[in-house]
T-cell receptor, first 115, second 115 residues
């Protein structure tokens, strides 16, 4: 079974621009979560989507948004980029509804650099 | 919200020795505790997890113990090998409620295994 895939893997943007990152979960997984990883703050939860609905949101400004499609693929968008948004953005999927269902499997991440 | 603390931040061991990483959590409602291994340039990989109704779980050279009363859990790696070198993260989450999909992570432990 293919793992979580994220595109693009690397991205360089300028302050003030916006960016869209994409995530395809493991087949059959309907829950998708996004995390931001930085050396200073570690792994921080952005939001979780399930059945196209945002179910949970972390403490990030409104510039960070996301959505989920009917095939469970998800995108996150960051508008008006700031230098502090430079980070590794990780997507994780979870087999909610199946036996267990707690395990989150991460993709390789998208490395975003804001200049 | 939940607060997960992880120690030590760095750990160096000789090949063949054991390594132990410890985490504490604050939310008594947390009942799922995964451990992740992250290698350079990759996303976190789930290596083992434990539920709150279990005190210990083993998988070959790795084991996790949980003390729910004291709110701490530990990762034990025996017979360490150079390929065990990576950053290890502990995490905690609830299995119900509004924060169902949200993992709270420790700050990570850089494990180096010297040949």
């Amino acid at each position: 079974k293919a793992g979580v895939t994220q595109t693009p893997r690397y991205l360089i943007k300028t302050r003030g621009q916006q960016v869209t990152l994409s995530c395809s979960p493991i087949s059959g997984h309907r829950s998708v979560s996004w995390y931001q990883q930085t050396p200073g703050q570690g792994l921080q939860f952005l939001f979780e989507y399930f059945s196209e609905t945002q179910r949970n949101k972390g403490n990030f400004p409104g510039r960070f948004s996301g959505r989920q499609f009917s095939n469970s693929r998800s995108e996150m968008n960051v508008s008006t980029l700031e230098l502090g948004d430079s980070a590794l953005y990780l997507c994780a999927s979870r087999p909610e509804g199946l036996a267990g269902g707690h395990e989150q499997y991460f993709g390789p991440g998208t490395r975003l650099t804001v200049t | 919200g939940e607060n997960v603390e992880q120690h030590p931040s760095t750990l160096s061991v000789q090949e063949g020795d054991s390594a132990v990483i410890k985490c504490t959590y604050s939310d008594s409602a947390s009942n799922y505790f995964p451990w992740y291994k992250q290698e350079l340039g990759k996303g976190p990989q789930l290596i083992i997890d434990i539920r709150s109704n279990v005190g210990e779980k083993k998988d070959q050279r790795i084991a996790v113990t949980l003390n729910k009363t004291a709110k701490h859990f530990s990762l034990h790696i025996t017979e360490t090998q150079p390929e065990d070198s990576a950053v290890y993260f502990c995490a905690a989450k609830r299995d119900r409620g509004s924060t169902l999909g949200r993992l709270y992570f420790g700050r990570g432990t850089q494990l180096t295994v010297w040949p």
